[in-house]
């Protein structure tokens, strides 16, 4: 049986007003409406990103308004069990909220290894048989070559040298599209070979800072390639930048890793606001830390640069490795 209290209802109440009115409602013998207002408070809070600690000290504080005005130890228990029902009901949306995370992080992670897969096998197919195919042409011209003038055979070299550069191409896009190293050495090896690449293409100078401290989970591994990859085209083609700084490091069971550049910058406010913008691959980015449970900060004003931190989380195991000095 609910224990009859008195409601006060303030007007134009804020929300924890209406929380401890509706939570009141719900002990005085409210019933289902009572709860079912609990669940609309806690959709409430969820779009107003309300965190479970702000839910839980705002709970605490009414609970204690209630327990102190109770009369026998009964019924101050009573007032303890209607209230964990209150808020088990308010913070059902918070669970429903969780477990779609869950499920949306879970297929986003098996669509990127689906991705990373089919990456793979493009870059080896443009390695192994387009290698094969131009194998095969240079002996089909070497052949050509013999039964022909000297004038048409110095024109024939100068055809296998076009050719040998486009071997060279298709063997640097194979390996920067996923790279062996990678696989074989890990990430940080892999950003050193991406780096050498890039700063040699573009004329851009690019500093590392990172110690190999072991290898880590290959879907770790994989993200945080992709991430510096993203970021330094970024670096070259939006911000035109004249300096690159890439640092890892680990604090504690965290692994970081911070790719920052002098280029023009941008609104990291705005960026997402923009109709029909991608944000410079940022939102990919984010999606694809998420999926291994990181998070991506973003930090660029016009005229001063751009710096991306990821912060991910390692397994006990993984972290105990040696570290990572920035």
């Known amino acids: 049986m609910k224990i009859a209290i008195r409601r006060e209802v303030k007007p134009h109440a804020g929300f924890e007003d209406e929380y401890r009115s509706s939570l009141l409602e719900y002990v005085a013998g409210g019933g289902e409406p009572a709860l079912g207002r609990a669940y609309e408070l806690g959709r409430r809070a969820l779009t107003e990103q309300k965190s479970l600690v702000e839910m839980a000290s705002l709970h605490h504080q009414a609970v204690l308004a209630l327990v102190r005005d109770a009369q026998s130890e009964k019924h101050r228990e009573e007032l303890l069990r209607s209230s964990s029902e209150f808020l088990a009901e308010c913070l059902s949306p918070y669970e429903m909220a969780h477990r779609g995370f869950q499920d949306a992080v879970k297929a986003l992670r098996q669509l990127n290894e689906t991705l990373e897969e089919e990456i793979k096998r493009i870059a080896y197919a443009v390695h192994d048989e387009a290698g094969q195919l131009l194998v095969a042409v240079h002996l089909a011209l070497a052949e050509v070559a013999l039964d022909l003038p000297k004038p048409q055979q110095a024109q024939v070299a100068q055809i296998k040298e076009l050719l040998n550069q486009v071997e060279k191409h298709l063997r640097r896009y194979s390996h920067e599209l996923r790279p062996t190293i990678l696989d074989d050495l890990g990430w940080i090896p892999a950003i050193r070979f991406l780096a050498e690449g890039v700063s040699k293409r573009a004329d851009l100078p690019i500093h590392i800072d990172a110690a190999d401290s072991g290898r880590l989970p290959g879907a770790v ?106």
């Not at 692994?255 to 910058?265: E, H, K």
């Not at 941008?266 to 913008?277: E, L, N, T």
């Not at 973003?298 to 001063?304: A, M």
């Open 221 to 326: 591994e994989t993200t945080l390639y992709r991430i510096v990859q993203e970021a330094l085209t970024n670096a070259v083609k939006h911000a035109k930048a004249s300096n690159v700084w890439i640092r890892a490091w680990r604090e504690n069971l965290v692994l970081c890793c911070s790719i920052r550049d002098d280029g023009g910058g941008f609104d990291s406010g705005q960026v997402h606001a923009i109709p029909g913008r991608k944000g410079l691959g940022l939102i990919a980015m984010r999606e694809r830390v998420s999926a291994i449970g990181g998070t991506l900060h973003v930090e660029s004003r016009p005229g001063q640069g751009t710096e991306l931190c990821v912060r991910v989380p390692l397994e006990g195991d993984h972290a105990n490795s040696n570290r990572a000095r920035g």
